[in-house]
């Protein structure tokens, strides 16, 4: 990294590229996101501006479900290393080069379990899921942007108490069928969860997410180590 990126954050390194630092001004100044971000914690903010970044959808400011519990714990999970397991190989495409870049947490995706098949009345992703979770080293964070039938095995199985709960879940399965009904059910679970209601949601989305949280995880490690994780 240039050494004009380090003294931009006052001898901090930089992870992010002139034009995404632009971008982020440029939402923060739509009317409607600028109300949505006053009420929001600075960590919060980060969560929605990169979601609003990756989609181009300022809307998603109304459907974004991220308490500031849910933010400050899977920031301090993120730091402390944990594996991150995701439902497809893109989101963990996505996530693994931020993660390199700043606390080097595991990266993989259920699919490097999963049959070759789908199960009868099941899918790839879904004893994916049940395959990663019954192996050794448990994910401390989980993203689900594309399988809500991935989502519902790794509820089933928490709630069950065959696996511990991860730190944290970012459900945001995309599309129409067994979407809803999987996100109510993350939201009845009492995990620690980040969500989009409704329809919306996809593999780059679950992966700006995590990807704000190491961000902010790094930038706060790294300009003030001796601060508690989690108190942006």
Not at 51 to 59: E, K, M, R, T
Request: glycine share 10%; proline share 8%; hydrophobic share 50%.
């Amino acid at each position: 990294m240039s050494n004009a990126e380090t003294a931009a954050l006052g001898g901090v390194p930089s992870l992010d590229h002139p034009i995404f630092s632009e971008s982020l001004r440029l939402i923060r100044q739509l009317p409607g996101t600028a109300a949505a971000l006053a009420s929001l914690s600075p960590l919060q903010q980060d969560v929605l501006l990169r979601l609003i970044h990756s989609s181009g959808d300022p809307g998603l400011a109304a459907d974004l479900v991220c308490p500031a519990t849910a933010c400050g714990a899977g920031l301090a999970a993120l730091a402390a290393g944990v594996p991150i397991l995701t439902d497809t190989a893109m989101a963990a495409a996505a996530v693994a080069p931020m993660a390199r870049r700043t606390f080097a947490n595991p990266v993989r995706s259920v699919l490097d379990w999963a049959p070759e098949q789908a199960p009868a009345g099941s899918t790839r992703t879904a004893a994916g899921m049940a395959a990663a979770l019954a192996g050794p080293g448990q994910p401390g964070v989980v993203l689900i942007g594309s399988a809500p039938t991935a989502l519902e095995v790794l509820l089933e199985l928490v709630a069950a108490g065959s696996v511990p709960a991860p730190a944290l879940v970012i459900g945001m399965p995309v599309g129409f069928v067994g979407v809803a009904e999987s996100k109510r059910h993350l939201a009845e679970s009492g995990l620690v969860h980040m969500r989009l209601e409704g329809s919306k949601g996809g593999a780059g989305l679950v992966a700006a997410a995590c990807n704000a949280l190491l961000r902010a995880a790094w930038l706060q490690a790294a300009s003030a180590p001796s601060a508690p994780l989690g108190s942006s």
